[in-house]
Structures are given as C-alpha cells and as structure tokens.
C-alpha cells in the first residue's frame, strides 16, 4: 500500500506544481487518509519542496508503529498540547526553502488561515481547491473491496433485525440495535447516524430516531451503512408493518422503485451525472410527486459518506468507471409516512455487467 500513498501524492504534486505551487499542506482528514493510510484526529500532511511530512499533534497512543512506513513519509510529532500541526507544517515548507503554498481554503476556518501567514510570513498562499477530493472519485480495487465488505457487513445487520419483533418497539431503540449489530460483524461503526422512520417519518431523509413507537399499518424506513477500514457503504428499504400493504402503500412503493430503478440503470461510464438525476425525478414527474422531491438522487461514497460526485440537475461532469455512488430517491407524504430505497453502487461498463450492486436486500415490498 505504501507504492500506492506514494503514487497519489505524485499525482497531486503534478496538480500544485503545474498551477505555480511549491508545496501543498492537506488538512481534510479525509484527504489525510487518502495520501498517507493511517492518520490520527488533527494530522496534517505536507507535500514539500524538499520532502513529505506528515504532523500529527501530541497523542500517547499513537506513534510511527501506527502510522505510515518510514521510507515513504517522515513523520513529525508535536512535542506540546497546543501546537497546531497545520501550521507547525507550514513553517517546516518555508524553511525547506519554498515560497508558495498551495492550502486546502475549503477546509481551514479564517482564524487557521490567518496563522499560517503569521507563522510564515514569506510563504504565499495558493488554494489547492478539491484537487484530492477529485482524485478520491475513481477507487481502486483495494477501496471497491473495503467497500463491498462495508455493504455485506450493512445488510447483514439489516437482515438480521428483520427477523425480530418490530412491533412495539422504538425508533431509537432499534438504531441502537442496528449500530451494535454491526460492530459486532466486524465493523469500525456506523458510517453514518442510523435512520429509522416509522409511520409518518417513513421516507423522510436523514430522519432522526425518536420515542415513536413501531405500530401495524406502519410504512417503516431504515437507512444504515457500515464503516470498514475508513470506507463506507450505505443501504436503505422500506418496509410494511403487518399481514400485508394497503394498496395506497403498493401503489407508493412501486413507483419508487421504478424510479429507483431507472436511476441504477442511467449508471454508465460517460453518463453525465444531471442525466442520471433526470432518469431517477421523471419517474416520480410523470406520477405527480416532482414538487416534493429532494435536489439531488445520490452522491458519491467511500472515505466520507458523502463525497464528490453529485447526482443532481445541476451538477457538472460525467461518470467514470470504479465510481461508486447511491441511488436513493424517496417520496414522503405530510402525515402518512413514504418510501425511500437506497443502493451503493459501482459505475461499471455494460461490457462487465453494468453498474455492480454493493448492497443487496431485497427491494420486494416486505411485509413484516
């Protein structure tokens, strides 16, 4: 793994060098990881004229035996509690003689930025933009495969609290189970904060759990997704509480999935993203519900839950091959509750298959 960190800074040196930067500071954590594996909470990672240097500040329990090989990054820890790495990295890129510093603007509050120029005040700074969230778009083999446990590992815990009693029970108390559930399989933890939608929350996205209490008649939405090796996968279903859906729930859920459908099919290497948003909304156009709906399908997933691209009318681009992104439209009715069906997906060529599914629960209306 160590040949494949060096190989993305490589990249991303190409990119800063090119716009008139001599050193690059990321400070995402997110984008940490992605260059150099293993980081703890508050590193940054120098991309500098003379070498890399990742600064991690103070932590006893965390040390080069964690961290990346030696060979491919020099490691720096702060020797006090109140230095800040970014700018300990800053220093360190002016006094290995560059004179410009390409800085992640997006993710540095004012009052960061503002101490990087005091601590060097020779330096300029450049911004380095998205450039790592855009080489975070295409993974590879490695990602997909941490990806793939990621979503067996969300529908196994799915499974198995489907077999229980739901009845009677609460929003929260079944998060909790869900989030347990996976950790006991073999996860780090939740990708993301578990929805569960009973009732008139059904459908709603990003719901938050509540007392509400699980009843017969009930639409029921449950959202999760794991967290593997710092990548994630996501998965969400709709579900009917009792002996069988009445037929306004059918009705409701046939149509999502048709839309959802639609949208699983448009993902193709070179499909522009606000063309697979479009295939996904006209479904739910045609059927009356376009005022309702929300501003985007999907979005793309692995080291964040949501990350670049966007599948929205509005986005830019086009889809590249070993891109995974969610499809997820929902439609949610004002006191009535909705459905909401959510897949992680990988863009694949129709000549491999077409897209490959990560999350594989059944999408047949369940009545529970």
Known sequence: MSQVYAARRA???DQYAAAGSEAALVSRPANVRYLCGDAPPGATLLLGPVQDVLVVPEASSWGPGTGPHPEDLRLLMLSGPDGDPAVAAADLAAADGAESLAVEE????????????TAAPRLRL????????????VKDDEEISCMRIAGELADQALGELLESILVGRTERHLALELERRLVDHGADGPA??????????AGRAGHLPTDRRVEEGDFLTICLGADYRGYRCQVGRTFVIGPSPADWQVEL???V???QRAGREALLPGMAYRDVDRATRQVLDAAGYGDGLETRTGHGVGLEIDEDPRLSASAMGKLDAC???TVEPGVHLPGRGGV?????LVVRPEADGGPELLTITTKELLAL
């Open 340 to 344: 909401r069906i959510d897949d992680t």
């Open 192 to 201: 993301f904060p578990t929805v569960v939608a009973a009732g008139p929350h």
């Open 106 to 117: 997006h993710d540095l509050t004012v009052a960061r930025h503002r101490a990087l120029a």
């Open 257 to 259: 999935f048709a839309a």
């Open 126 to 137: 450049a911004d380095l933009g998205r450039a790592v969230e855009q080489l975070r778009i």
């Open 253 to 255: 859920y046939d149509l």
């Open 11 to 13: 990249r991303l040196h």
């Open 323 to 325: 891109v995974p992104v």
